[in-house]
């Protein structure tokens, strides 16, 4: 399995941002998706994973109504919509493949597919 995330950019304050992770291979169906994220000198955090149906989802609290995480099981795509970008969403985004399938997991260590991560730049 590979994951390709692409979409970041330099945008500004309060714009909007839209991320997505493409796979390839088999079973990206079976597989919650997450979206994680590094700025420089901190440890990787989560963002927001989707279940393989996309009826479940969740996010950390600092980006509850601002992003947005879908997927496209037909295009084995899925998306992170960022509204609202603040100075402090400035990292590197990554997404990921669950290492289990079925369970929608919220942990780093429960990923074992990653993809090579996109720059999001937020200026204040």
């Known amino acids: 399995v590979q994951l390709q995330a692409s979409g970041g950019g330099l945008v500004q304050a309060g714009g909007s941002v839209r991320l997505s992770c493409t796979a390839s291979?088999?079973?990206?169906?079976?597989?919650?998706i997450g979206w994680f994220r590094q700025a420089p000198g901190r440890e990787r955090e989560f963002v927001a994973t989707?279940?393989?149906?996309?009826?479940?989802?969740y996010y950390r609290d600092s980006v509850k109504g601002r992003f947005t995480i879908s997927r496209d099981n037909s295009k084995n795509t899925v998306f992170l919509q960022m509204n609202s970008l603040k100075p402090e969403d400035t990292a590197v985004y990554y997404c990921?493949?669950?290492?289990?399938?079925?369970?929608?997991?919220?942990?780093?260590?429960?990923?074992?597919?990653w993809g090579q991560g996109t720059l999001v730049t937020v200026s204040s």
């Open positions: 291979g088999s079973s990206f169906g079976a597989h919650a």
């Open positions: 989707v279940s393989v149906g996309g009826g479940t989802t």
């Open positions: 990921a493949r669950a290492a289990r399938a079925k369970i929608v997991p919220t942990k780093n260590d429960e990923y074992n597919y």
